[in-house]
């Protein structure tokens, strides 16, 4: 009993000292709280950051995480110093977004020199990469294009060096989102993901505001090299451009009669589309040219086309139609749109 009085008599002139400390305490903020050199202040500055997944990509305090282009989910340090990579659309997106590089490739013919890569070491061009060269710029990371056999086929070299590997799937808008949002992610550049993804999609949503609803317009997409002519849906890079624009591509319902692997005269005549839109792909544009006149335009019929004869047969430039529009991709769908509705985007 004597005790439990003791113990209520000190917490009595506990609460009485409390009461008069804090009587006589200045306010909160007419005191510079003093800072002890290795005292933690500030514990939420000290928590870890919750993961951010956007496009695809998880955004972690020190590494960032995606599914790449072989559906292989991959976990990459953050700030990578001794970057290569071995496709030049891609090149331009990673320079873009805040990102150095060491090993790059010889730019393909009518492509431009990308700014900032000119100290680079060559590694090889498009189709013939040196995995040795690669190798003795020491990488601590490789880009490459999950897309092309030959050079899925040199991952296993690069991941018996240590060498982490990020393999890229881009054919559309959607694929240039994932891409920048993992790139900026991996330099640190969170501002040029709003100028360099965000606000070109708000560019692209003010133009696909301004086109009409209705379907009205057959587009043929034509696909030309020196040694073929080809057709491409929908499901392409320029094809996902014409369908949100609108219109309907006579490949995607043909039947295989207009593919990557056919091209049926007697489809295009009785689709008569009335725009045709040719990609060309190569390095001699005057064989790239004979070969279109060979397979399409020495056809009797093909001058009795609404496209042809209302000059809507439109060769696309290569720069922005065959390699990838990247931060111009609302350049691209603009120049499509005036062309398609000329009356909307004078």
């Not at 018996?160 to 590997?165: A, D, R």
Request: with cysteine.
């Amino acid at each position: 009993m004597k005790m439990k009085k003791l113990v209520l008599l000190l917490l009595s002139l506990v609460l009485v000292m409390g009461v008069f400390t804090a009587c006589s305490s200045p306010k909160v903020e007419d005191v510079d709280t003093p800072v002890i050199e290795g005292e933690d202040n500030n514990q939420a500055d000290n928590e870890t950051a919750e993961p951010v997944a956007e496009y695809g990509v998880t955004i972690n305090e020190d590494t960032v995480s995606f599914v790449d282009g072989r559906g292989q989910e991959v976990t990459i340090d953050k700030n990578p110093q001794r970057v290569v990579v071995l496709y030049n659309s891609f090149l331009e997106v990673w320079m873009a977004n805040g990102g150095s590089v060491v090993g790059k490739l010889e730019p393909s013919v009518g492509q431009e020199e990308i700014q900032g890569v000119e100290d680079a070491e060559i590694i090889g061009k498009l189709g013939a990469i040196s995995v040795e060269k690669v190798i003795s710029v020491e990488p601590d990371l490789i880009i490459l294009n999950s897309t092309q056999k030959s050079q899925l086929e040199l991952i296993p070299a690069f991941e018996e060096n240590n060498i982490p590997v990020i393999g890229i799937d881009y054919v559309g808008l959607d694929d240039y989102l994932t891409m920048t949002r993992l790139f900026t992610a991996l330099n640190g550049r969170e501002d040029l993901f709003k100028s360099n993804a965000l606000d070109v999609v708000e560019e692209i949503d003010d133009i696909l505001a301004t086109i009409p609803e209705e379907k009205e317009h057959k587009v043929l997409l034509i696909m030309a090299s020196a040694k073929s002519v080809t057709a491409r849906d929908s499901t392409s890079y320029v094809g996902m451009m014409l369908e949100d624009l609108n219109t309907i591509n006579i490949a995607d319902e043909s039947g295989g009669a207009l593919s990557s692997q056919n091209f049926s005269m007697e489809k295009i005549l009785e689709e008569d589309p009335d725009f045709i839109f040719v990609q060309t792909t190569g390095s001699d544009m005057d064989a790239t040219l004979d070969r279109l006149k060979e397979d399409a335009e020495s056809n009797p019929a093909w001058a009795s086309l609404s496209a042809v004869q209302n000059d809507r047969y439109i060769i696309l430039p290569k720069d922005m139609y065959m390699f990838k529009a990247n931060q111009r991709y609302a350049e691209a769908y603009e120049n499509l749109a005036e062309i398609i509705y000329p009356e909307l985007f004078q």
